[in-house]
């Protein structure tokens, strides 16, 4: 096996022009060293882009939010906890694993590993996230998430692309507050079981203007809930009929689309979920 | 007292912290081949052919072995004295497999990594068995081969003579409690060393009992027990994982074939699924009880799951059977245990030894009983804990002087129990989501092997020239500070500093021949046979003392590592001239050997008590208070007590609310701390701890009782019997996770 660590985006092109279908591409490794000492992998050229500096970046453009494939979720966590639009990035950044896992691990690897419970993916999809890759020859393509993650544990890159950075439009999100909250086997350091992200934008006479809705940890891929954001419109976020309505979509969403054997579980816990989620959106606003 | 009673931190703390304590898996020897196992994939049947030409034919493989090439002798992976009459049920490597999970053969190599990889390229074919993994299939018998019973023991006994009065209280309830793992921070590991010039066979390991291992290894690679040395070295935690043999025999046998050290280092995976687990249970108590809540009959019938190997399973089950003598006062008892063999991972020992599991059943017990009844659940418990001065009537044993009901006093006033009581009524009241409610446990144990063994110690201690003592006892240290406690007894009564006195662990070329640490028995047993020695020890010096220098014996004494004299303030001769004087002039070193047999095991009892709230629209339970009271006699080193009480509260909060080893239709059981979830420090609240400390026993040193396994026994019973009072629900099977509670309050809101 050859180890790569290439120091600049050029470099890296290089370096993933030589890829064949068994090489890999390391950044945090908390998914990667699991798996590679159950012997899942076997690489030829083992890629790790950490010594190029702009990766490790997460700028908040004017017109965009970027976050660098190989920013940690506590430096994720550290520029977005103050930022509102992105505050659900934040949240769920802020809450995985432990705080060593959280030093080491990327959002752009938890897209990657494309787990349906990885914490990333709602809130990809609730900002339609794109994902950048460079390529073997120094080109670059955007991709949007949906398009990026096919289903458990598979994504859609290529031999010799590399995701470079993660990226989310500032524009449709101005003025809006977010939250994400998760379910898992306990308060810390624990894997999804169920995780929802919403973001809204309030109207002047204090109701909602625009909502999105996302739920995760449910079906293979995060499910958007259009009816919710629909419902959501025109409400106060303390109306506690709105509160029953929304919990009855997700709930009956959950309900058809996970897995029986969670099924009970899942629905059921939907109710305090999506209290604590809109508990946090109106402590934010 | 200037050592016992004060507060030490263990004697490898800083090492620790540090990161500079070597354990077993730290160990390199020139030369050393690292093993990796290959366990079988099918949860029933027979090995027939094992390819391992693949593996053989990567650069640094030194050989495979597995069933066909290795010795058919079997041994019994829970020996561990020289007094059980057990079957030998198991090769190192088998070929009728009984579970995912058995060893059918391994991989030595020149790295980890090479091991493991040769371990992927072994291609075993299997005849597969029909196979059961649970309660249900496994007594339908359809796991049997020809011949077998699904019931694989039973046992039953009675004590006192049934009730005929009428007008008594009939409740019954039913308990079941899933597989547990001990999730040591250490996993098993053992590293085998052989001279095969001198024939000589050594094997460092984490364990609770080097002479049991030495007696296995022996029978096993048919050897002399001079020949075969086990040394037990620093253990990262074993809460009875570490007291069944599943990688010595292994690792010794392909040392012994190599000429070679090898290194054998379970994963967690393995750690879950092919050592030992707690077993999984199942208990229907009934029992008769007045009125004003005096019990007067209890039955017990319980079933024990062994999984795959029957082990230790018969005498748990029998050992179940005696504990609720430790705690009530039970008038008439019958019990019925019963043994079945699922394709399941192997139980075995668990912290309390089948204590923690009877108190589940019977806290559960009585909180249904207090319902039934009209009565408070610690008016219920006061009412028939047993009182100082009254005896085990299970075996007889006095239980002296046994605080049980002042801890169930003290703790109802130190928890404010009444006063949460009514809070929690208006809390749960105002509240439509959080449910609060409050719970209490109460349990027993032991101190020693005694009655059911004739128990002892033995240690040596001798001077060393410069005054500091060396000491020869078998200790097998958990990491919970036992080798510190019987530095600060010893340095007590020579009064010389703890640190002053040399203690190495449990060594069989080294240390006296000893059951090991089971029953809770080091501090009880060991530390009074250290407490022993180092009274002759002080005897002998004084006696020295007066011989060298002319002096009345009855008048010296020692103070601050020196003899000195009462009737005159100007002698005083230091240990370690008295031991330099006594080499030149007496031609005898200053050393003694002693040995101390108990014929006591009093009651030792703890009190836990729990204040919840459940989110009744997730299921989670929050420990938002709890209070541990125990009743302990002197305490050796009172913080230890603390964090091992507290420790133990912690694994009990895990048992009632989250844990469960699963086994999956595939025979396949939780192999990841990922999908086991133990409860974290962020999980728990501060764990307040109070000890009684007046109820002192007679034969332990300076009156000390046991601690490591009695803190965990109330733990988990307070921590169920509080869900049950904030949902008013009894519910039977833990653990009380999220999906059980959530289960539960669905079921309720369709009726």
């Known amino acids: 096996m050859r180890c790569l660590t290439p120091k600049t985006l050029g470099e890296m092109a290089d370096a993933l022009s030589q890829f064949t279908d068994k090489s890999k591409v390391v950044a945090g490794g908390t998914d990667y060293v699991i798996q590679a000492r159950r012997g899942k992998f076997d690489p030829d050229i083992l890629l790790y882009p950490g010594l190029i500096p702009e990766l490790h970046e997460v700028r908040l453009g004017e017109r965009e939010l970027r976050v660098g494939a190989m920013a940690t979720m506590w430096e994720i966590t550290k520029v977005l906890e103050s930022v509102p639009a992105f505050r659900a990035v934040a949240d769920a950044a802020s809450d995985v694993g432990s705080p060593q896992i959280r030093n080491k691990a990327t959002m752009a690897g938890n897209l990657c590993n494309a787990s349906p419970a990885g914490d990333m993916l709602p809130v990809s999809w609730l900002y339609d996230a794109k994902l950048e890759l460079l390529c073997g020859d120094g080109s670059t393509r955007l991709l949007p998430v949906d398009q990026f993650i096919l289903g458990p544990q598979k994504n859609a890159l290529e031999p010799g ?17 977010s939250a994400f909250k998760k379910i898992g086997s306990r308060e810390r350091v624990s894997i999804s079981r169920e995780g929802m992200a919403a973001l809204v934008r309030m109207g002047k006479d204090g109701t909602v203007e625009q909502a999105r809705f996302t739920v995760g940890a449910v079906a293979s891929t995060p499910l958007r809930v259009p009816e919710t954001e629909a419902l959501m419109v025109g409400r106060h976020l303390e109306d506690s009929d709105l509160l029953s309505a929304v919990t009855k979509i997700i709930s009956q969403t959950i309900h058809d689309n996970c897995r029986p054997a969670n099924r009970l579980y899942k629905t059921e816990a939907a109710r305090g979920l999506t209290a604590d989620l809109f508990a946090r959106l109106q402590e934010r606003i | 007292m200037k050592l016992i009673g004060t507060d030490k931190p ?22 050393m081949a690292y093993v990796v196992v290959v366990h079988s994939t099918i949860p029933h049947g027979y090995v027939r052919q094992i390819h391992a030409e693949k593996a053989l034919a990567l650069p640094g493989v030194f050989g495979v072995f597995h069933c066909f090439n290795t010795s058919e002798r079997t041994y019994s992976h829970y020996r561990s004295n020289i007094a059980q009459e057990l079957p030998d049920e198991e090769r190192a490597f088998n070929s009728y497999v009984r579970y995912v999970g058995d060893r059918v053969a391994a991989v030595a190599a020149s790295n980890q990594e090479t091991a493991e990889k040769a371990a992927r390229l072994i291609e075993v074919e299997y005849e597969e068995l029909p196979f059961t993994t649970g309660f249900d299939d496994t007594l339908a018998g359809q796991n049997c081969l020809p011949g077998e019973s699904p019931i694989r023991d039973e046992f039953s006994f009675d004590v006192g003579t049934a009730p005929e009065k009428d007008g008594l209280i009939e409740v019954e309830s039913f308990t079941e409690i899933p597989r547990l793992h001990h999730a040591t921070m250490e996993p098993h590991v053992c590293v085998a060393d052989y001279d095969p010039y001198q024939q000589q066979l050594t094997v460092y390991s984490p364990n609770q009992t080097v002479h049991g291992i030495r007696i296995v290894l022996a029978d096993f690679l048919e050897m002399p027990f001079h020949r075969v040395r086990v040394v037990k070295t620093t253990m990262g935690g074993s809460f009875g994982g570490k007291q069944e043999w599943f990688l010595e025999p292994t690792a010794a046998l392909i ?28 208990a229907v108590v009934r029992s008769k009880f007045k009125p004003d809540g005096t019990l007067v009959a209890l039955d017990m019938d319980v079933l024990l799951d062994a999984g795959a190997y029957i082990g230790n399973s018969c005498d748990y089950i029998r050992t179940l059977s005696g504990k609720p003598f430790r705690c009530y006062r039970v008038p008439y008892f019958h019990y019925r245990g019963r043994v079945i063999s699922s394709n399941t991972p192997v139980s075995g020992a668990f912290r309390s030894w089948s204590a923690a599991e009877e108190a589940i059943m019977m806290e559960h017990h009585l909180d249904q009983a207090a319902r039934r009844l009209g009565m408070g659940r610690i008016a219920l418990r006061l009412k028939n804990a047993l009182l100082p001065g009254e005896i085990d009537r299970k075996s007889g044993v006095p239980l002296e002087d046994i605080r049980i009901y002042e801890a169930l006093e003290q703790g109802r006033s130190a928890f404010h129990w009444d006063e949460l009581v009514e809070e929690d009524r208006a809390f749960n009241t105002a509240n439509p989501r959080f449910r609060r409610g409050v719970g209490v446990g109460c349990g027993g144990h032991g101190n020693t092997y005694y009655p059911r063994f004739n128990d002892y110690g033995e240690g040596r201690l001798s001077l060393n020239e410069d005054g500091t003592v060396q000491a020869a006892l078998t200790l097998h240290d958990h990491g919970c500070g036992t080798v510190t406690a019987m530095q600060m007894i010893i340095g007590e009564v020579l009064d010389i500093p703890d640190t002053d006195v040399y203690l190495p662990e449990g060594d069989t070329a080294v240390t006296p021949v000893d059951y090991g640490c089971f029953a809770s028995r080091t501090t009880f047993v060991l530390g009074r046979a250290a407490y022993e020695a180092a009274v002759m020890l002080r005897d002998e010096i004084l006696e020295r ?13 020692l103070k601050d590592s020196a003899v000195r004299c009462r009737n005159d303030e100007g002698v005083k001769i230091s240990l370690a001239q008295l031991s330099r004087e006594s080499i030149v002039k007496l031609k005898r070193n200053v050393s003694i050997l002693t040995q101390f047999n108990n014929t006591s095991n009093p009651g030792v009892t703890g009190v836990h008590f729990a204040h919840v709230e459940v989110d009744t629209w997730t299921g989670f339970t929050k420990i938002l208070d709890y209070l541990a009271v125990h009743d302990i006699g002197q305490p050796i080193n009172p913080a230890m007590c603390a964090a091992q009480i507290q420790g133990a509260a912690q694994m009990g909060c895990g048992a009632a609310l989250r844990e469960k080893l699963t086994v999956d239709k595939n025979g396949r059981c939780t192999e990841s701390l990922s999908k086991y ?19 002192r026993s007679q034969e332990g040193p300076f009156g000390a009782k046991s601690i490591g396994e009695v803190c965990y026994v109330p733990a988990a ?13 009894s519910l039977e099977t833990l653990p009380y996770d999220p ?6 309050l669905a079921k309720e809101r369709e009726q």
């Open chain 2, 10 to 31: 263990i004697h490898d703390a800083r090492g620790k912290a540090a990161g500079f304590v070597k354990y077993a898996a730290d160990i390199m020897l020139p030369n």
């Open chain 2, 717 to 729: 019973p307070a921590v169920c019997g509080a869900v049950n009072d904030a949902l008013g629900s």
């Open chain 2, 545 to 557: 003392a007066a011989k060298l220098f002319s002096l009345p014996q009855e008048s010296l004494y």
């Open chain 2, 739 to 744: 999906d059980c509670i959530l289960k539960y």
């Open chain 2, 677 to 695: 979830h133990l409860f974290l420090a962020t999980d728990l609240p501060d764990i307040q701890v109070k000890l009684l400390t007046e109820g």
């Open chain 1, 161 to 177: 692309q590399a995701v470079i950075s993660v990226i989310m439009d500032q524009k449709p999100f101005e003025g809006c507050v």
């Open chain 2, 255 to 282: 040392a012994k074939a190599l000429g070679r050290p090898v290194k054998l280092v379970y994963s967690r995976g393995e750690a879950m699924s092919c050592t030992v687990v707690r077993a999984a249970m199942r």
